[in-house]
């Protein structure tokens, strides 16, 4: 089995920055695929970036979510800039290897003024 805690949400004005982290224990290694994703209220869970263990990278906005790993600490990051109301949602961590998938509780990000 694999675990993932996530950490680092809170609220923050417009414009502002978070850097979330999602640490995985358990069964984890680096032929997972680390991503994070996002739920806000009535609307279905978005998909917001990840990375393998060798680095490679997909993400829905490049421009301001960066997300990198650490493999030694079993560790995820995202860092979001220029943060908008509209990236108000509960971000969640996922593990995914072929045939397998795992979910963290998810930390909450509010963007308000």
């Known amino acids: 089995q694999v675990q993932l805690v996530e950490s680092g949400g809170g609220l923050v004005q417009p414009g502002g920055s978070l850097r979330l982290s999602c640490e995985a224990s358990g069964n984890i290694h680096s032929g997972y695929i680390m991503g994070w994703y996002r739920q806000a209220p009535g609307k279905q869970r978005e998909f917001v970036a990840s990375?393998?263990?060798?680095?490679v990278i997909s993400s829905a906005d490049y421009v301001r979510f960066t997300i990198s790993r650490d493999n030694a600490k079993n560790t995820v990051y995202l860092q979001m800039n220029s943060l908008q109301p509209e990236d108000t949602a509960v971000y969640l961590c996922?593990?995914?290897?072929?045939?397998?998938?795992?979910w963290g509780q998810g930390t909450q990000v509010t963007v308000s003024s």
């Open positions: 990375i393998t263990g060798d680095g």
């Open positions: 996922n593990a995914k290897y072929p045939f397998y998938s795992h």
